[in-house]
């Protein structure tokens, strides 16, 4: 199964959570309620950017496979908001996969290649490190950022019409996770528990990974 096959993502009825788990598994349970019937329109999100996922459902199961193949190309939803921190998206190179390493183009200033020609291991170990520091000295805002920027999209395309839905976005911004919960105390069940779930990190909970894998 492919990358892209195989991102998490979350599909609602409505306001009811219809499937989770695997992007196909989810695009092939999609099918199957829109063909028996649904209560309401049906969106899917990727649990890692909390976007809507769009899909062709038509034609067989095989077909639907090598479309969404298709359409993953890289790796990446075609809503382009499979996001790492920094808004940058990627295919992994074929290059030394036991290490995970991905090549990517960077572009510097000649001064900025000659510091790092005079570093210790070279400029690949030196930029590696330069990234580790700046992630321990961010002390969690850019993941806290992620996660409220992730709830934000999904309570933007679900909620907006449910009642105190202005509160609840103060409250996640703001970080106040009682208020956050208090305030979708009235909510659908399953809407309350994927805004809870993707806003994790932003509210001090366990979040999910940033590069959205489980």
Not at 78 to 102: I, M, N, Q, Y
Not at 107 to 132: F, M, N, V, Y
Not at 177 to 201: C, E, H, I, S
Request: proline share 4%.
């Amino acid at each position: 199964m492919s990358e892209y096959l195989s991102i998490p993502c979350t599909a609602f009825d409505g306001t009811r959570q219809l499937a989770s788990g695997a992007l196909i598994d989810v695009a092939l349970a999609v099918r199957a309620a829109a063909t028996a019937g649904t209560h309401g329109p049906i969106l899917t999100f990727d649990d890692a950017s909390g976007a809507v996922i769009d899909f062709d459902l038509r034609g067989s199961t095989a077909e639907i496979v090598a479309r969404l193949t298709r359409q993953g190309g890289g790796g990446l939803p075609e809503s382009g908001t499979h996001d790492r921190p920094d808004g940058a998206t990627f295919a992994r190179s074929r290059g030394r996969p036991k290490l995970g390493v991905v090549a990517r183009e960077v572009t510097l200033l000649p001064r900025h290649w000659e510091w790092l020609g005079t570093q210790a291991g070279g400029a690949s170990q030196a930029l590696r490190r330069l990234i580790d520091d700046a992630r321990r000295a961010d002390g969690g805002r850019n993941r806290d950022r992620v996660a409220r920027e992730r709830a934000y999209r999904f309570l933007s395309a679900l909620a907006g019409d449910l009642p105190g839905f202005e509160e609840v976005i103060r409250a996640l911004f703001s970080g106040d996770g009682d208020t956050f919960a208090d305030r979708m105390g009235v909510w659908p069940a399953d809407v309350r528990a994927y805004a809870l779930k993707l806003a994790q990190a932003n509210l001090g909970g366990a979040d999910l990974p940033e590069d959205g894998k489980t």
